[in-house]
């Protein structure tokens, strides 16, 4: 199995997706979401839990954030 990120550029996520970006919700978070996609995922797998730790986010975001997505 194998994840893969196009948001991730020589090992750094680009500037759009994090505070440097230039799409913000009215209280000033950003709103990229991190595109990223799965392949090889074992036969017969209908789900996955998704966890993005961020280590240099603002307390008032949080730090992690948690997707699911289904097949």
Known sequence: MR???AAIVNGE???KYGKRGGQFSPNGMP???V???ISG???GTKSFAVVL????AITAS???QLGEHRQ
């Open 3 to 5: 994840v893969t990120s």
């Open 62 to 64: 949080g730090f992690v």
């Open 31 to 33: 709103t990229y979401s």
């Open 53 to 56: 730790e961020d280590k240099d």
């Open 41 to 43: 995922a074992p036969e």
């Open 13 to 15: 996520f680009e500037d």
């Open 35 to 37: 595109p990223f996609e």
